[in-house]
């Protein structure tokens, strides 16, 4: 099989994430990886379970937080980005898989070929095996939301699946380590003044439910508005962490 050589680097921001960061990794098989020139980096943000040894069986490249010093997960994604050597950043969650691997990233090439387009973003929904009705409500209005929101101008990025071009993501110096939440947001509005953002209605990720178990539904939604709020307006986010679940 030919290797194309790298045109995309996928980047996992990593903590704590022993139960789920396997299978994750694991959807990117070799096959995959020398069809459409994917290379896997995770970067992690000082793991204490078995998230490195796990990384380190199944990604091309580690970034470790050897200092010791407390990431946002937008210090993670950005020093995984100064590693990555493809044209095309790809950023998702630990907990995130692609409903059909290659179909994702078969549509990835199809969309970059635009060459005004800087940025896409994706459907989301929860595991399959895990949904509830309630699951396919919530995420069905925010995927029609956000690509409402696409489609006028207001970009906006689901945070399990950013898609962004490394020359735009130079250009806007990366993620905004100091916003805790809300990052997306702020990346994806910096991003668009720079040339088109798409949302892919056709194309799902799927991730964990495991922060709407927890929080319950409404207090997400509110969480996501109020600093939604706090970033449009006086450029940091009303949260002060991200509060890891697992």
């Known amino acids: 099989m030919t290797d194309v050589g790298t045109r995309i680097s996928v980047v996992v921001p990593t903590l704590n994430e022993e139960k789920l960061l396997a299978a994750m990794l694991r959807q990117f098989s070799p096959e995959l990886r020398s069809r459409h020139g ?10 204490t379970d078995a998230t490195l040894g796990i990384a380190r069986c199944y990604a091309d490249r580690l970034v470790e937080n050897t200092g010791g010093r407390k990431q946002t997960i937008s210090l993670g994604r950005n020093l995984g980005a100064e590693q990555a ?4 950043l790809l950023f998702l969650n630990a907990d995130t898989l692609l409903d059909d691997p290659e179909r994702f990233f078969s549509r990835l090439h199809e969309e970059l070929a635009d060459p005004a387009l800087v940025a896409l973003t ?3 929904q929860v595991f399959p095996a895990e949904r509830r009705p309630s699951d396919r409500w919530f995420h069905g209005f925010f995927n029609w939301l956000f690509a409402m929101m696409n489609c006028v101008g207001m970009a906006m990025g689901r945070g399990e699946c950013h898609v962004i071009r490394t020359a735009a993501f130079e250009a806007v ?18 991003l668009v003044r720079l ?20 929080y319950g539904y409404l207090k997400v ?3 996501w508005f109020a600093n939604f709020l ?5 450029h940091r986010s009303i949260a002060q962490e991200w509060k890891a679940i697992r």
Request: glycine share 10%; net charge positive; charged share 25%.
């Open 38 to 47: 994917i290379e896997v980096i995770v970067s992690d943000g000082g793991s």
């Open 122 to 124: 994706c459907s989301v």
């Open 221 to 223: 939604m509110a969480s």
């Open 195 to 214: 040339g088109k953002v798409s949302f892919l209605k056709d194309v799902t990720v799927f991730e964990s439910p495991r922060r709407y178990r927890q």
């Open 85 to 88: 050597r493809g044209p095309v």
């Open 173 to 190: 110096r990366g993620y905004a380590t100091t916003i805790a939440a809300g990052e997306d947001y702020d990346m994806f509005r910096r």
């Open 230 to 234: 706090f970033v449009s307006l006086l």
